[in-house]
């Protein structure tokens, strides 16, 4: 068994391990999050500024049940960062010390990514795409579809923003060296504008300047963190 199969296998048993732990986290925590789903709905819907409509028996029910999922993700994250990094720690040799920070800066830099996306790509773009109505032409829209395309942009946004630290993993196990990161910068860009593309809920430059940015400042970070802690 080569190197790497040993250290994913090691990866794969202790999330194992972790599994129960995270199935009753979401469990638990769906149920709580549903039973106050209606005023978060409520709060989301006053933020962007929308109506909703919906179209089967059954929409209401499954989209406060997404809200509640995503909401349970987002509160857990620290367990699912702490499991993840654990798991990593043994096979690639990463101190207490090392993973207690990859905890910590992996949150950070996650809820940061969905407060941007919340409080400014979501606004922007809502409102860009909801501008070609017209008086002939009004928008009538699925709660389903609302409460589903507010929750994969945020928590896809907290996780895009988590760039630095996986940099500095990849430099630190001496998978991605940070003489790569520096000689390519200009691939990132344009890695990271193919991003904002897909991710960003509308076509315009400005929305997706409001992620490439971001997103290349932190690519930015991410060398220069490498630089301060000297690792090669």
């Known amino acids: 068994?080569?190197?790497?199969?040993?250290?994913?296998?090691?990866?794969?048993?202790?999330?194992?391990?972790?599994?129960?732990?995270?199935?009753?986290?979401?469990?638990?925590?769906?149920?709580?999050?549903?039973?106050?789903?209606?005023?978060?709905?409520?709060?989301?819907?006053?933020?962007?500024?929308?109506?909703?409509?919906?179209?089967t028996v059954a929409e209401p029910f499954l989209a406060h049940l997404t809200i509640s999922l995503a909401m349970t993700i987002f509160t857990i994250m620290p367990m699912l960062s702490y499991f993840l990094w654990r798991a990593l720690a043994k096979p690639f040799k990463l101190s207490r010390l090392l993973v207690f920070w990859f905890v910590l800066f992996t949150c950070f830099l996650f809820y940061s990514g969905a407060a941007f996306c919340y409080f400014v790509t979501l606004p922007y773009g809502i409102d860009f795409l909801l501008d070609f109505q017209t008086e002939q032409l009004r928008p009538v829209i699925s709660i389903s579809e609302f409460v589903s395309f507010v929750s994969i942009f945020v928590l896809a946004f907290g996780l895009i923003f988590e760039l630095p630290i996986f940099m500095i993993f990849m430099a630190k196990i001496k998978i991605l060296p940070r003489s790569f990161f520096e000689k390519n910068r200009r691939y990132a860009v344009l890695v990271i504008s193919i991003i904002a593309a897909l991710l960003t809920p509308t076509p315009d430059v400005f929305n997706m300047m409001l992620m490439g940015i971001p997103l290349y400042m932190l690519y930015e970070v991410g060398i220069i963190v490498l630089k301060l802690l000297r690792i090669a």
Request: proline share 2%; aromatic share 10%.
């Open 1 to 55: 068994m080569d190197t790497t199969t040993q250290r994913l296998a090691i990866i794969i048993k202790d999330l194992r391990r972790a599994v129960l732990a995270m199935v009753l986290a979401l469990l638990f925590g769906c149920i709580g999050f549903y039973s106050i789903s209606r005023p978060l709905l409520a709060a989301i819907q006053s933020h962007l500024h929308q109506k909703l409509a919906f179209f």
